[in-house]
């Protein structure tokens, strides 16, 4: 989902948003194939704020690889930061049972 939502900023800049939207909506297509059945599957062990941080997570350490490798920007420290403060989340989240 990450390249479907950011990628056109590098690839499609100089196109009409109309023609990055399609694109990243065939893109974003694909990938929710695939979500909906996880979340089905998911949700007979998680409960839903579970599902939704693991979901943050992910998309977390996918976005920052894709930020430095393919849209060529700094990694700054506040990400670090920012990485403390979802772990701290995912704590919080799953420190419970689950489905509750």
């Not at 693991?54 to 894709?66: D, G, M």
């Not at 979802?86 to 919080?92: E, N, P, Q, R, T």
């Given at each position: ?45 998680l409960s ?36 403390l403060c ?7 989240v799953f ?6």
């Open positions: 989902m990450t390249f479907a939502w950011y990628a056109h900023l590098k690839n499609l800049l100089d196109r009409p948003w109309y023609l990055a939207a399609i694109a990243s909506w065939g893109i974003a297509f694909f990938e929710y194939l695939l979500q909906v059945p996880a979340n089905r599957i998911g949700y007979a062990q839903l704020p579970q599902l939704k941080m693991l979901q943050e997570v992910i998309t977390l350490a996918v976005f920052v690889p894709f930020a430095t490798l393919y849209m060529d920007k700094p990694v700054k420290l506040d990400y670090l930061w920012a990485a979802m772990l701290a989340a995912v704590y919080f420190r419970g049972t689950a489905n509750t």
